[in-house]
Structures are given as C-alpha cells and as structure tokens.
C-alpha cells in the first residue's frame, strides 16, 4: 500500500476496529459488517459500503498487505487533519467553541473504534489538531468541567456517556465536523476529507449552546 496521503483509506476505521485487534476479530466484524451492506439485504443493504468493507477485510487480513497498511497509517496519523488548520478553529471566541467540539468529535470516533484503548494522548491530540497543548488547556479545562471528558490512569483523554450523548445532539449544527465524521465511518481518504472542509469553509461553524 502506498503512502500517499490522498489515496489513502483507513480500513480499521472503515471496520470500527483497533489498529491492534486480532485477526479473528476482523472477521468476525466483517462478517456482520458484510451480512449488513450485503446488496441482497433489502434493509440495509448498499454495495458501496459493502465493497469497501470487503476492500478492508482483504488488506487486514493479509499479514503482508496489512504491514504495508500500517506503515501508511502511522505516517497518517502523525499530520494533522486538514479541518483543524482552517481559520474557523484558531480564531476568536468562535474557534474556542469550534475546538470544544472537534475535540469531542475525536474522542468520539477514537471510544467507537477503540473499546479496549478509548483514550487519545495530549500528543495525540495535538498531532492530529495542530494545536499546541498550551492552547488546548482551557478548552480541556471547560470539557472536564461539564463531564463529557475525562482523564484515564495514564493521562489521556477519553469521551464520557455525557459528552457523547452533547455530541450527538450537538453535531447536526456543527456541517463541517458532521460531515468529517460521517466520512470517517467510510474511512475516506484524506483528500476526500479536505474537500469537505473547503466545500464547508463558508459555514458558520459556531455551536451557541457550548458558549
């Protein structure tokens, strides 16, 4: 798999599973995952999920191919998310609030993805935001506050039952994140992701009620 960052789809995502789970956990997630967007399935059926799913399975499966997967990964996971180096997120008022839910929104998929490591590091964190610790402090601070963070033995930060249920209700208002963490239940690529963000750039991104 080759590393460039605008073909690149993230498979554990796609799957909803750890970047460390067991080969019998991919299938048996693949299995149900398969049986849900089978085209044949007239409930919740839909081949273009279906194909990527089956796309996922065939490359985590296979140790070699995963390898090549991982590497690709790693190296995507150390830039940060396009969404985050736009204006709406570093200025003013409007970007602390913007930041409180972009936040969320990573913890969120990291629990949904990750039952058995749900926490995001503060590197990590600032990795994929671009936002330097110290300018995260505050926005940390008023999240811990109303509960819907918390920090684990090691540190790290992690989504709470209250911040999920703010988030979900939440989102709607917030297009741009919305449409990023819809994209990421696809495991789109990155290049995707940034159309989405330019596509989104004009959007009011504020959330009154996390004021």
Do not use: C
């Not at 995502?13 to 398969?34: D, F, K």
């Not at 204006?87 to 039952?115: A, P």
Request: charged residues 30%; negative net charge; glycine residues 4%.
């Amino acid at each position: 798999m080759a590393a460039n960052d605008k073909s690149f789809v993230d498979y554990y995502e796609m799957l909803r599973v750890s970047p460390g789970a067991e080969l019998e956990s991919i299938q048996r997630v693949h299995r149900a995952l398969a049986a849900r967007y089978h085209p044949d399935n007239k409930e919740t059926g839909n081949l273009e999920r279906f194909l990527k799913v089956n796309e996922a399975f065939k490359v985590l499966s296979d140790p070699e191919k995963r390898k090549d997967f991982d590497s690709s990964y790693k190296s995507r996971k150390e830039n940060p998310l396009p969404v985050f180096l736009t204006k709406e997120f570093t200025e003013g008022v409007d970007g602390e609030i913007n930041r409180r839910i972009g936040l969320l929104s990573l913890l969120y998929t990291q629990r949904r993805v990750n039952q058995i490591l749900p926490a995001l590091s503060v590197l990590e964190i600032e990795q994929m935001m671009s936002i330097p610790r110290e300018h995260l402090q505050f926005t940390v601070w008023y999240l811990k506050a109303k509960r819907f963070i918390a920090q684990d033995d090691r540190s790290s930060l992690m989504i709470t039952a209250e911040g999920i249920d703010f988030l979900e209700t939440n989102l709607p208002e917030h297009k741009t994140m919305h449409k990023l963490l819809e994209a990421a239940d696809l495991g789109e690529s990155r290049q995707q992701q940034i159309a989405i963000t330019d596509n989104g750039a004009g959007e009011s991104a504020a959330v009154p009620s996390l004021r």
